[in-house]
């Protein structure tokens, strides 16, 4: 099993510019989340999904949409790239379970916005 | 909603000695306590959990205790090895507002742990 894939690893943005980041996963979780990791603010809910079809916003979803249309991929765009979305991006996976909560994380990409 | 707070942010040990990481939270329904670690250029992964019905939780080297009442918890490594250099994030749960048993992660900032030789 690959686990939680991310593409693209790097990706440089000039302001204004859209991108899309893919999250994919084998193990077939019902819920998946994007996080962003910055320095000194540890990880934060952008937004997440309960399963296929549905997405919820997080903590800081401004400036980001999401969609699942299937059950092991999970899309993050930025429609208008600004140097405040420059930062770490993870993807995580886990079951919908009481007594297994387990979240997977891929290896993130990183994005600069220029 | 949820707040975890983590202490310290940075930590340096020799080989051998111990290391102990705090955290503390705000929302008393919370009752999983995952922490993570996160190796330079990589994704978080879980190493040790806990449930509020159980005070400490041991792995070899590596035990989580659990204050109910304080609301705090800490992870404790002991004979640290280099290999154990990395950034830890502590976590708590918190019920979603889709309801249900559905609940989202709350990190601390993490703490950079660094064993010295």
């Known amino acids: 099993n690959a686990g939680v894939t991310q593409t693209p690893k790097f990706r440089v943005l000039k302001t204004g510019q859209s991108m899309t980041l893919l999250c994919a996963q084998d193990?077939?979780?019902?819920?998946m989340y994007w996080y962003r990791q910055d320095p000194g603010m540890g990880l934060r809910l952008i937004h997440y999904?309960?399963?296929?079809?549905?997405?919820a916003k997080g903590e800081v979803p401004d400036g980001y949409n999401v969609s699942r249309l299937k059950k092991q991929n999970f899309l993050l765009g930025l429609e208008s790239a600004a140097p405040s979305q420059t930062s770490v991006y993870f993807c995580?996976?886990?079951?919908?379970?009481?007594?297994?909560?387990?979240?997977?994380f891929g290896p993130g990409t990183r994005l600069t916005v220029l | 909603g949820e707040n975890v707070e983590q202490h310290p942010s940075t930590l340096s040990v020799q080989e051998g000695d111990s290391a102990v990481i705090k955290c503390t939270y705000s929302?008393?329904?919370?009752?999983?306590f995952p922490w993570y670690k996160q190796e330079l250029g990589k994704g978080p992964q879980l190493i040790i959990d806990?449930?509020?019905?159980?005070g400490e939780k041991k792995d070899q080297r590596i035990a989580v205790t659990l204050n109910k009442t304080a609301k705090h918890f800490s992870l404790h490594i002991t004979e640290t090895q280099p290999e154990d250099s990395a950034v830890y994030f502590c976590?708590?749960?918190?019920?979603?507002?889709?309801?249900?048993?559905?609940?989202?992660?709350?990190f601390g900032k993490g703490t950079l742990l660094t064993v010295n030789p």
């Open positions: 999904s309960v399963g296929e079809g549905t997405t």
């Open positions: 193990m077939n979780h019902e819920y």
């Open positions: 976590a708590a749960n918190s019920y979603l507002p889709s309801g249900g048993s559905n609940y989202k992660l709350t």
């Open positions: 995580a996976s886990s079951y919908f379970s009481l007594y297994n909560n387990e979240q997977f």
């Open positions: 929302d008393s329904a919370s009752n999983y």
């Open positions: 806990i449930r509020s019905n159980v």
